[in-house]
């Protein structure tokens, strides 16, 4: 079945740093990927996605490239803010029924 | 634009009694709807998806039971809640074979 695993949080940083979260997958078939944010007390946004092999999400600052050889879709952003804390979930969508596949979210926080 | 609507956003039931949330999607026809749950600190787990009025399905045996009444309208319910029932219930959307999800604002339920 598919499955998605991610680096384990709480990631705690400083304003202006590098932000890494690790993502990888399992899945049969072409899987679409997602990175989906959760703010405290709301549910979640999404914030890039990637449908197909070597393709580059992006949005408000973040990156994640699709890579099919490592099966590995980790998102970047490279000087993060205070207004980023949240709770980061990569996703993938089977190709077959578009269900989604969550990994367990990534608690990230941001100290001024 | 689409929107999606979830009520109440908070709840406070105690065990044994029933449950009826609601999710509204506006400005789209036909969508697959979908129930998730997020228990404290864990991921998301799809509780039950509907392709169209009046077809369920379940992914996880439970207390719960969900129903489609109308084309935009999706409903969570239970006859005695438990406490392991407490979560942030999420209702998201997407369009017929289409792979992006869109998430409500989510429920949070206690039971206590």
């Known amino acids: 079945g598919n499955s998605v695993t991610q680096m384990e949080g709480p990631v705690t940083l400083s304003e202006e740093a590098f932000l890494t979260i690790n993502c990888t997958y399992t899945?049969?078939?072409?899987?679409?990927l997602f990175w989906y944010v959760q703010y405290p007390g709301e549910g979640l946004q999404l914030l890039l996605k990637?449908?197909?092999?070597?393709d580059k999400g992006s949005n408000k600052g973040f990156e994640a490239t699709y890579r099919k050889e490592t099966t590995s879709f980790h998102l970047e952003k490279g000087s993060v803010q205070v207004s980023d804390s949240a709770v980061y979930f990569c996703a993938l969508s089977d190709s077959n029924d578009y269900k989604l596949s969550f990994g367990a979210g990534t608690t990230v926080t941001v100290r001024a | 634009s689409q929107t999606i609507h979830q009520w109440p956003a908070t709840l406070v039931q105690p065990v044994g009694s029933p449950l009826s949330l609601e999710c509204t999607v506006e400005g789209t026809s036909n969508p697959n709807l979908y129930w998730y749950r997020q228990a404290a600190g864990r991921g998301l787990q799809l509780l039950f998806y509907?392709?169209?009025?009046?077809?369920i399905s379940s992914e996880v045996p439970q207390n719960l039971s969900a129903s489609r009444p109308q084309d935009r309208q999706f409903i969570l319910s239970s006859k005695k809640l438990l406490l392991s029932d407490s979560g942030f219930y999420l209702c998201?959307?997407?369009?017929?074979?289409?792979?992006?999800?869109?998430f409500g604002p989510g429920t949070r339920l206690t039971v206590l």
């Open positions: 990637a449908t197909k092999a070597d």
């Open positions: 509907s392709v169209g009025i009046g077809q």
């Open positions: 899945a049969t078939g072409y899987p679409s």
């Open positions: 998201a959307w997407n369009e017929p074979k289409t792979d992006t999800q869109y």
